[in-house]
């Protein structure tokens, strides 16, 4: 009997690689990146309020010059007409990430986006305020614990 060989871990990007490069396609991008490196191609203020949802081909005509696609991206009500005045701005960016001009125009849709807003992590308690509470906990013998409450009376008092 021989032995088993080494087990070793494929990465989820190439194992979901097909699935997602199909279902982009469906869609009219050519390739995923422009969706999952939006906000690097378009800078992080347009990103922020806008994403792509799809490339909208026009069908070819035989012995006509391909004509570029409609990007059409998904943007937050109040944004759109800061977006729709940063076109041309936008077309320059995709084109140059994409290496040739495969995009002509940009339609805009109404709608909230689809991904979820980061959550910012609120800041820590003041350290003074940590020290007037600590200041009262010194029943308390385990100093890591003293801290910890100290932290959280302090949070506390500030809400």
């Known amino acids: 009997m021989s032995k088993p060989g080494p087990i070793t871990a494929k990465p989820l990007s190439g194992l979901l690689g097909a699935t997602l490069s199909e279902a982009f396609a469906k869609q009219g991008f050519a390739a995923r990146e422009l969706v999952t490196r939006w906000s690097e191609i378009a800078g992080p203020q347009i990103a922020a309020h806008s994403e792509p949802l799809k490339m909208q081909w026009p069908r070819p005509v035989d012995g006509q010059p391909v004509e570029p696609a409609t990007l059409v991206l998904r943007v937050e009500g109040p944004m759109a007409l ?78």
Do not use: C, M, Y
């Not at 308690?125 to 003293?146: F, I, M, S, Y």
């Open 82 to 159: 800061e977006i729709q005045h940063s076109s041309d701005l936008i077309l320059e960016r995709v084109n140059r990430f994409l290496g040739w001009n495969a995009v002509g125009r940009i339609a805009l849709r109404q709608a909230p986006l689809s991904r979820r807003p980061r959550k910012t992590v609120p800041p820590g308690p003041d350290p003074a305020a940590v020290a007037r509470v600590a200041a009262t906990l010194d029943q308390v013998a385990d100093q890591e614990l003293r801290d910890a409450l100290a932290r959280l009376g302090a949070t506390i008092k500030r809400k």
